[in-house]
């Protein structure tokens, strides 16, 4: 079992800049990646930024360039810093872990922390 808790989030203007931070806890050595998602209403959640233990990072196409994640395995911490912030960007963000399993993979999620981009 791994426990997510995510901080950091609130309300910025554009062109602003936010930290989004996630704690993890429990079985946090089987943690194969880390990241982040959002999610708007009436929408899927997609995925915004990934990082592997090995470093390698995933970014949506439209954030590169203005999101940064990076990692603290020594704390057991994620973090998601966001720069250049637009209108669109806003949403539910989730912390992600990806935990191996014998046999395959197993998701968990933190509680969500909103961030909202004013116009």
């Known amino acids: 079992q791994v426990q997510l808790v995510e901080s950091g989030g609130g309300l910025v203007q554009t062109g602003g800049s936010l930290r989004i931070s996630c704690a993890a806890s429990g079985s946090t050595a089987s943690i194969v990646t880390g990241g982040w998602y959002r999610q708007t209403p009436g929408n899927q959640r997609e995925p915004v930024a990934i990082?592997?233990?090995?470093?390698?990072?995933y970014y949506l196409e439209s954030v590169k360039d203005r999101f940064t994640i990076s990692r603290d395995n020594a704390k057991n911490m994620v973090y998601l810093q966001m720069n250049s912030l637009k209108p669109e960007d806003t949403a539910v963000y989730y912390c992600n872990a990806r935990v191996r399993r014998t046999y395959d993979f197993q998701d968990y999620w933190g509680q969500g922390t909103q961030v909202t981009v004013s116009s």
């Open positions: 990082v592997s233990v090995g470093g390698d990072t």
